[in-house]
């Protein structure tokens, strides 16, 4: 039997990051469509991520994106996150938007170029300190489109010499999540495309140097599960970037492509205690809003994640590893199949109203009068940065 009163002081715990470009414009290589009310600064996109978890609970952080949420002060932009009741999370580095990256950035054949690159690696780390980040989200573009076009090895040593460099100016409690995507933009070799490229690299680095999974990074069919519980074995998984795909890096509402995949990379990870604050593993998404409204999507967001949490949570353990013990294959599927058939929603309203939340967020988030503000207000909303 599940213990339900531990179910609810593991709920209460979960913290679910959102990324500040979630707020604005997004679109595909076709086009943007603009929308009523999207920020028009990195002080807006944390005002609307604040509503997010003014009407979820658990959605107290935003990871920035440098430069898309450039500022002069951000010892101010933190201060003006906590005023909101919320905090500026991971901060997310982006050496893929400009024109002297067309081979590479840290990988470059050429040495400006990979300096260019690492500067902003480390001035991403000066901006950590200002805001009391712990996490550097590193996601590399690089990698070649035709065969012979570069040296692959050669690439991994200039990767492994720029991870090293960030590293060692990481400071005390701070660390770097490195994100592995398995082609694009590039289509020949990506320079790190796949979880194994990102431990090895990892494990060599020590404890600052962890591995993100985006869970549309991968190959059509990859169980990514298996991943999840091999990296947090090995104490290496740093975090999540949530979203959900039905071709190739989608971005779209984490759990409304696959609710069952993420039921079992969840089960993986409260099966490794990853739920635990004291893990460390960051819950982030990463998503882009094209055709939904924005705050909403968000909140919808996550609500799957908590549902799917929850439903992990409910798995009966005990009988789950009877099962498993005595050979049992149907039992045990049948117990997995339990929980994530079980209607968690109930339960979760419940909780919310315990908490002094509204037990429907996305029904209170439209009665609240914010959109309609915004909508008002805003003139001029900024696109998300792809693009930009
Ligand atoms: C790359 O596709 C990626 O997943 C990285 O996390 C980027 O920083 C992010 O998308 C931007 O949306
Ligand atoms: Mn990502
Ligand atoms: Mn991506």
Redesign the pocket.
């Known amino acids: 039997m599940t213990d339900l009163g531990a179910v609810a002081s593991a709920l209460r715990q979960q913290a679910i990051e959102l990324?500040s470009?979630a707020f604005g414009n997004s679109g595909t290589r076709f086009k943007v469509f603009a929308r009523a009310g999207v920020p028009r600064t990195p002080q807006e996109k944390i005002a609307d991520a604040a509503q997010v978890h003014r009407h979820t609970g658990i959605a107290p952080s935003v990871a920035l994106?440098i430069p898309w949420d450039t500022v002069d002060d951000y010892a101010a932009l933190a201060a003006h996150a906590r005023d909101l009741g919320v905090r500026v999370g991971a901060i997310?580095s982006?050496v893929f938007q400009d024109d002297d990256y067309m081979l590479g950035s840290v990988t470059h054949p050429d040495a400006k170029v990979r300096r260019k690159a690492l500067d902003h690696l480390l001035a991403c780390v000066d901006i950590m300190d200002a805001t009391g980040s712990t996490d550097l989200?590193l996601?590399f573009s690089d990698g070649t489109n035709y065969p012979g076009q570069d040296d692959i090895r050669a690439r991994q040593d200039r990767l492994a010499e720029a991870l090293a460099a960030v590293r060692d100016r990481l400071g005390e409690g701070q660390r770097f999540l490195l994100?592995y995507?398995l082609f694009e933009p590039a289509f020949y070799t990506t320079d790190v495309p796949d979880w194994g490229t990102a431990y090895a690299h990892c494990v060599k680095l020590g404890d600052k140097a962890q591995v993100v999974v985006?869970t549309?990074?991968h190959a059509p069919g990859t169980n990514i599960e298996f991943i999840v519980a091999f990296l947090m074995r090995e104490g290496k998984l740093g975090g999540f970037?949530f979203n959900s795909r039905f071709y190739a890096?989608d971005?779209l509402m984490v759990g409304a492509a696959d609710p069952f995949q993420l039921f079992r990379i969840m089960h993986e990870v409260v099966r490794g205690g990853g739920h635990l604050a004291s893990s460390g593993i960051a819950f982030m998404l990463?998503q882009?809003h094209n055709i939904e409204p924005k705050i909403p999507a968000q909140i919808r967001s996550v609500l799957n994640v908590q549902e799917a949490t929850a439903k992990a949570l409910l798995v009966d353990t005990a009988a789950l590893e009877a099962a498993q013990l005595t050979g049992d294959v149907l039992g045990a599927n049948g117990v997995l199949m339990d929980a994530y058939n079980t209607d968690v929603r109930p339960f979760l309203a419940d909780l919310r109203a315990e908490q002094g939340l509204d037990p429907d967020p996305m029904a209170a988030f439209a009665r609240s009068g914010y959109q309609d503000r915004i909508d008002a207000e805003r003139v001029g909303g900024r696109q998300a940065g792809w693009g930009a």
């Open positions: 990324p470009w994106h997310n982006n989200k996601w994100e995507k985006d549309g990074h970037d890096d971005d990463d882009c």
